[in-house]
């Protein structure tokens, strides 16, 4: 039997145990990509995908096509980026999500997906300075609201805020999108929740150039300005049909809700123009006068019109005696700089006067009696339209001027059952709560509590101004004489004679221009002709002012 020598086994055993242990064999290679995409189509080269969104681009821009836009043109309207192009300096605007397109099913509507559904949104420059907008395109849906839609204009109210800009609303469609159901009216409720909350926040302009029914009205009527059409733009809650189906009145759109009933008779729109152009060169011309946002002041402007110019055409122009009438648009003119200003509500509420102008290039807003309608009271609708002026120009630091010509309030039962005291009430609380720098110019007369409400010094004015024609008191003195003497008048032998005796006497001793300035309630008794010189040095003098109100969250105003 053969044996098997272990000595070279065992020598071969400890040298395998010492051996380094081998090199980790590399795995092997991934399988080679499969070109991108797969199958048999070729990829397209960078170039041609840059020409596809070129031509994109080109056929959103055009829209819904020539039958669309030749029937909104036949229409007396411009399209949606017609209007954008005239709001705008010329190719400053940026759209944002031009491509956006819904996601409705059901009724057609997935056949039926254009870009931008029905609404285009983004920012430009208005004479150098940025402003966002939105704009319905009633050739997509009519303008109708739905789901993607909405976020659009969600999205760039958002935007505006965030930046700080004004946002104007082009307002062009027929409301809800009926093929979306509830999701359309939860968009306006998105929309209306950023009108309240960007309210005093920066400036909101709606521009009405079409239908606006329904739920669309609200968020004009939130807005601080609304500017309509003459014959194309109507705004009502219920069109005609189902004013005539629920009460059997018929009525067409524009009596029930155009233009001229809305600035004329119910005060939801401050101005109406006759065409779409001139009406989007006005708003221009106002967003020059705003500041962007409540922590701005108004943009300053550079002016030829000398500030210590003379008004001395003023005495001729108002009259001494209390009951002539006289146009206190003459007035305004003579006083501001070079005689511009824009009038807020011109054919609502015209016994009173609201308007933007500038004195020595300062931005100012100014609420002035008008004695040549209703002789200058106030009433429920002057006191409502004056009021939201003064909380406007106060919520975006623009200046308060006042020129004080009012014989009282508007007597009669109508007002009293309608609620002028809550009404009144209004315009005190705007006054009272102002913290910008206001001055008011008591020119002729001034009586009982419409004199206070009208920014006297005893409700805060900052400066206090009066001309020599100023009768201040608690009521004329015919009417006070009738209240004092009424026993010693009906006991005379010649009523009529002690009555005008004692008429004179009351004026001399109560009624005098200089009672008040007597006793510290007027500043001082100026000259006509140095009314602008005056309002433009306090002016200067009050720019700095800083006016803290308790805190709070807010108050709670007549309504």
Partial sequence: MTTIDEAPWAQLHADVATRPPAPAAAPPPPPAAPPYPTGDKPVKATA??????????????????????????????????????????KDTFTEVEGLRRHRATGFGMEARRPHSDGVITG???????????????????GGALGEAHATKIHKIMDMAAAAGAPIVGLCDGAGARIQEGVTA???????????????????????????????????????????????????????PDVVQAVTGEQITQNALGGADVHTGVSGVAQFAYDTEEECLQEVRYLLTLLPANNRELPPRAGVEDPEDRRTDSLVDLVPAERGRAYDMRRVIEEIVDDGEYVEVHHRWAGNIICALARLGGQVVGIV?????????????????????????????????????????????????????????????????NATVPRISVVLRKAYGGAYIVMDSQ???????????????????AEGAANVIFRREIAASADPEGTRARLIEEYQDKLMHPYYAAEHGLVDDVIHPGETRAKLIGGLKMLRAKYSALPSRKHGNQPQ
């Fill in 48 to 89: 041609d995908r840059v020409a596809d969104l070129v031509e994109l681009r080109r056929t959103v821009l055009g829209g819904p096509g020539d039958k669309a836009t030749e029937a909104q043109h036949a229409k007396g309207k411009l399209t949606a980026r017609e209007r954008i192009a005239l709001l705008f300096d």
């Fill in 123 to 141: 920012w430009g420059l208005v004479e150098g300075r940025e402003v966002f907008v939105y704009a319905h395109d009633f050739r997509i849906f």
């Fill in 185 to 239: 009216l939860a968009g306006y409720g998105g929309i209306f929740q950023r009108n309240v909350r960007n309210s005093g926040v920066i400036p909101q302009i709606s521009v009405v150039m079409g239908p606006c029914a329904g739920g669309a009205a609200y968020s004009p009527a939130l807005t601080d300005f609304v500017f309509m059409v003459r014959e194309t733009s109507q705004m009502f809650i219920t069109g």
């Fill in 368 to 432: 002035a009696n008008q004695p040549g309608e209703l002789a200058g009271v106030l009433d429920i609708s002057s006191s409502e339209k004056a009021a939201r002026f003064v909380q406007f120009c106060d919520a975006f630091n623009i200046p308060l001027v006042t020129l004080v010509d009012v014989p009282g309030f508007l007597p009669g039962v109508d007002q009293e059952h309608g609620g002028v005291i809550r009404h009144g009430a209004k315009l005190l609380y705007a006054y009272c």
């Fill in 458 to 476: 005893s409700i805060g004015a900052d400066l206090t101004l009066a001309w020599p024609t100023n009768e201040i008191a608690v009521m004329g």
